[in-house]
């Protein structure tokens, strides 16, 4: 990170700014900013799909970036003052029970539909919304193994592998699912990246007990997710840019590591 060869964490500039970082990063994570990477990805995922059915060769089209960023503004709204203070959203943060997981199907299903739907519209497509929340749900099984990071060391742990064939068994099903549905509808942006996203999971499945199988298999299925909705809508990139810098500025300053991040941890677990 080009900040962290700037102003390394010994230096004047990073000890005289930590304390204002400190606050601001407990501000942001009371207002849950880290979750509108999911939150965005999955409107967006809407729009993606209403542009797919009307042309299924659609690429790189900047038509309706006005209406698109207002949509993320008023689901980013939705999100800071009704979903996380009455808690129907907190994947990631704790582990989701049944009723959990119902919910956030619900209000998976509802941000679709917020980026779906206009004014031409046609609900004979509505079906279509079911593959991209069923590959919501094999992201979401993943966050039922938290991390914690160690503030001293850096690192980020778990240390409970419990139940790890079922979460991870399913979570790998549910993206196949995905990834059959995405080819029976002939939809690129769906296949490719339930394809692209598979081996994550499955890697965790199969290989011995390690943080940083983890690590990818929260990472990278929502990014490529979201990089592959950026093939149609390129304006996306410039808010999840931004939002990502922005956390990642927040956090070195307040804990002197670079997150989020695509690195991982190589300890050995104990």
Same mark, same amino acid.
């Given at each position: 990170?080009?900040?962290?060869?700037?102003?390394?964490?010994?230096?004047?500039?990073?000890?005289?700014?930590?304390?204002?970082?400190?606050?601001?990063?407990?501000?942001?994570?009371?207002?849950?900013?880290?979750?509108?990477?999911?939150?965005?990805?999955?409107?967006?995922?809407?729009?993606?799909?209403?542009?797919?059915?009307?042309?299924?060769?659609?690429?790189?089209?900047?038509?309706?970036?006005?209406?698109?960023?207002?949509?993320?503004?008023?689901?980013?709204?939705?999100?800071i003052f009704l979903l996380k203070p009455k808690k129907l959203w907190y994947v990631g943060e704790k582990e989701l029970n049944k009723t959990g997981f119902i919910i956030h199907s619900i209000v998976a299903f509802v941000l679709l539909m917020i980026g779906w739907i206009n004014l031409e519209v046609s609900f004979r497509d509505f079906p279509i919304l079911f593959p991209y929340c069923i590959?919501?749900?094999?992201?979401?099984?993943?966050?039922?193994?938290?991390?914690?990071?160690?503030?001293?060391?850096?690192?980020?742990?778990?240390?409970?592998?419990?139940?790890?064939?079922?979460?991870?068994?399913?979570?790998?099903?549910?993206?196949?699912?995905?990834?059959?549905?995405?080819?029976?509808?002939?939809?690129?942006?769906?296949?490719?990246?339930?394809?692209?996203?598979?081996?994550?999971?499955? &890697?965790?499945?199969? #290989?011995?007990?390690?943080?940083?199988? *983890?690590?990818?298999?929260? $990472?990278?299925? +929502?990014?490529? /997710?979201?990089?592959?909705?950026? &093939?149609?809508?390129? #304006?996306?990139?410039?808010?999840?840019? *931004?939002?990502?810098?922005? $956390?990642?500025? +927040?956090?070195? /300053?307040?804990?002197?590591?670079?997150?989020?991040?695509?690195?991982?941890?190589?300890?050995?677990?104990?």
């Amino acid at each position: 990170m080009l900040l962290a060869r700037l102003f390394p964490k010994k230096s004047t500039f990073f000890e005289k700014n930590k304390k204002f970082y400190v606050k601001l990063g407990a501000k942001m994570d009371s207002f849950g900013w880290i979750q509108l990477f999911t939150i965005w990805t999955l409107v967006v995922s809407g729009i993606v799909i209403n542009k797919g059915t009307i042309d299924r060769y659609v690429y790189w089209d900047w038509i309706g970036w006005e209406i698109g960023i207002l949509k993320l503004v008023f689901a980013s709204a939705l999100f800071i003052f009704l979903l996380k203070p009455k808690k129907l959203w907190y994947v990631g943060e704790k582990e989701l029970n049944k009723t959990g997981f119902i919910i956030h199907s619900i209000v998976a299903f509802v941000l679709l539909m917020i980026g779906w739907i206009n004014l031409e519209v046609s609900f004979r497509d509505f079906p279509i919304l079911f593959p991209y929340c069923i590959a919501f749900l094999s992201g979401s099984l993943v966050f039922q193994f938290t991390l914690d990071l160690d503030q001293e060391k850096g690192v980020w742990n778990h240390h409970n592998w419990e139940n790890k064939m079922s979460v991870f068994g399913g979570s790998v099903i549910l993206m196949l699912v995905a990834l059959l549905f995405g080819i029976y509808l002939d939809d690129p942006i769906l296949s490719s990246a339930a394809a692209v996203s598979l081996p994550f999971p499955l &890697i965790v499945l199969i #290989w011995p007990n390690h943080v940083r199988h *983890l690590q990818r298999a929260r $990472i990278f299925p +929502i990014f490529t /997710f979201a990089m592959a909705l950026c &093939i149609r809508v390129p #304006w996306f990139f410039f808010p999840l840019g *931004l939002m990502f810098f922005v $956390i990642r500025t +927040i956090n070195y /300053f307040r804990f002197g590591i670079v997150y989020p991040s695509f690195a991982v941890d190589f300890l050995e677990e104990e």
